[in-house]
Structure formats: structure tokens, C-alpha cells
């Protein structure tokens, strides 16, 4: 099902899904039966979309609603001992640091997206959101972990499924 929208967050996100650390997150469980793939792309797309229509960097809220959570460990895995949820934005944020960075086709992250990725944990992380975009991808973070707990993991994919096979 493709549409002008889709095709549009397709081109953004398109480049970082091709990277083996973003490829890499298929293989973490996350909310439900989802994986932490699936659930950034959920992430993403509802964060494009909802500042897309408010007219704020869309661009920006959909590379880092895909960066937010590429902490690359298994977090029920025991050894982060109840951390996680506090200490994965700082570990995401030097994962995606350095897949931008060393990325020639990638640009390296702006202060919005760091913002993004840093505190999407609010209100657990010590310091709120600085943007607007900080925030939706903070509240679409929350709403799509909701849904996937919730198993409406086929209602959620309907636009963006084929973005998992890339």
C-alpha cells in the first residue's frame, strides 16, 4: 500500500535501515511480540506523520524516532538490573553517534535528533524534552509500546510492513 506519505518516510528512513546496527535490532524483543525494529519503524511513522500535519521537522522526528532505542542488547537479559529504562537513550545516542558519523551516505545527527534520541524516556530521564518533535517521538514512543503490549502489532504495520524486509 504505497501513497505519497509513505513513499516519503520511505526516503527518509530507507538509508538507515540498510545499516547492519539498525538491521541488527530485528533480532531484540520489545513490546508484545514485536521487535525493536518493528517497534522504530512504528516510532517513526507515527512521529513523521504527527509532525508532518503540525508542520514541524518530520525529517527529523523520523530519523530519530529509528534511532531512539538501537541500544543493541537484549535489556531482559538481567544484567542491566532495572537500569534499562534509564540508561539505553545515553547508550542509543552513542550507537547512532557513531553509525552517523562513520555513514558517508548518512548525515551526521543534528541537535534536534540528539534531543530525540537522549530523552525519549521522559518523564524517567531527569530532563524534558527541548522541541516540540522531542516530544511527539516521546509520546508516539509510549503510545506504540501500548499497542505492541497490546498485540495490535497488524493494525500499527498496515502502511510500513514492507519497511521490515528491506
Request: glycine share 4%; net charge positive.
Amino acid at each position: 500500500m504505497s501513497n505519497k506519505s509513505t513513499d516519503e518516510f520511505e526516503s527518509i528512513v530507507l538509508d538507515l535501515l540498510n545499516e547492519d546496527p539498525v538491521k541488527k535490532m530485528e533480532y531484540i524483543s520489545c513490546h508484545g511480540s514485536a521487535n525493536f525494529l518493528e517497534h522504530s519503524i512504528n516510532v517513526a511513522y507515527m512521529s513523521y506523520r504527527i509532525c508532518k500535519r503540525f508542520g514541524l521537522d518530520y525529517r527529523a522526528a523520523a530519523k530519530g524516532g529509528m534511532l531512539h532505542d538501537l541500544f543493541l542488547y537484549d535489556w531482559r537479559d538481567g544484567e542491566h538490573n532495572g537500569r534499562h529504562c534509564f540508561s539505553h537513550p545515553q547508550v542509543a545516542y552513542k550507537n547512532a553517534m557513531r553509525l552517523c558519523s562513520k555513514a558517508d551516505h548518512i548525515d551526521d545527527l543534528t541537535d534536534l535528533e540528539k534531543d530525540i534520541i537522549l530523552k525519549h524516556m521522559w518523564p524517567l530521564s531527569a530532563k524534558r524534552p527541548r522541541y516540540r518533535e522531542s516530544l511527539v517521538v516521546c509520546l508516539a514512543d509510549k503510545m506504540c509500546a501500548a499497542m505492541e503490549s497490546l498485540h495490535m502489532k497488524r493494525i500499527m504495520r498496515k502502511r510500513t510492513a514492507h519497511l521490515i524486509a528491506v
